[in-house]
């Protein structure tokens, strides 16, 4: 019989899906001189780090911030002690990153082989997240709201990426969002991207964010394109709402070869492209709203994009936010904040517009939630 260790990978698939942290860290011990071993996943709203296997030691480092928004490995050696901080991702989705103290030297390939198992990790997190309440309890901080909870699970994800794009979205408020939302999908060169904004409130306006999603969902599955998907969520809408309520949709096809991007404006969200130093809004021929009457046609447009370029999309939460009667921060502000985006990835890009917009209400509560989606083509 063959004294091999047993792969990983076979270890975490016949691991029970709540306990796949405890098998690497005990498969780190056995085969990397392991001492400490952590699982740190980002919360809802990606500024803080929670660890899994023990929820009372909190990691005071730096390092693991910074591995998580470079998705870098960062190696912190001692004379005694390795500690490595390993990103944990999947197609560009970022889920936390792995802590590995270690007594071996770091000169033998170790941190190309902790990757490697932080790889397997992630693969397997993402996967056992639809089975398990374990890993979506530490990153919510505080209860959801039932609108919320709607939203969340609604979510293709908050990132994805390869070497030609990455995207990245995120919502606010993040445990009370109601209305606002995002979808994409990636079949071959081809990257479709909506994002909504609902009308009205509270649970009601999720249930119509969930309604129009699943209904463009529904048409994309079956070959459908953008102005098909919009005309059935659009009659979808009416079908139940009457045109009492409807949702403001940008729906976008993007070319991941050519740069050429598809677009149907049905209402409020907003689209800007920065390009070396420039910003330049994305103008569009706006349609009506998708449900707001019944049989509403359709019409696609087009814009293109060039290497190194970054769109960002945002809702009327984010572009025509005036707390107090100021100037809409989609004026001004918000190109101050995506200026200082420059040299962030997309993962990173959201999240400073979305500070921007907090720091613009001055600590007043929000008229209405919001999304920002940014894509960044590499080609």
Known sequence: MSDRPTPLGVLLRAAPPDRLPEVVAEHLRRHHAAGRVEVLLGDLTLTGLWPLIDPGVQDA????PRCFGSQRPVVDITPELNRAYLPLSVWGERLGVLVVETSLPSGTGLTEQLSAI??????ALRAADVVTD???QVTRRQRLTMAAELQWELLPGRSLGD????????LEPAYAVYGDHFDWELSGNRLTVTVLNGSGDGLEASVLSTVAVNAMRNARRSGANI????ELASDAIYGRYAGVLHTATLL????LVSGQVAAVDAGSPKAVIAREREIRPVTLEQQLPLGMFGETRYETQHFSLEPADRLLIVSDGVHAAAPGGRTPYGESALLTALRRTRLQPATEAVGTVMRGLRDYHAGSDPDDDAVTVCLDWRR
């Open 227 to 230: 102005v098909e998907q919009a």
């Open 163 to 170: 070497d030609r794009f990455l995207i990245a979205g995120q």
């Open 134 to 136: 374990r890993y979506r």
């Open 252 to 255: 976008l096809e993007v070319d």
């Open 61 to 64: 480092s730096t390092l693991a």
């Open 118 to 123: 932080a790889d397997e990790l992630a693969i």
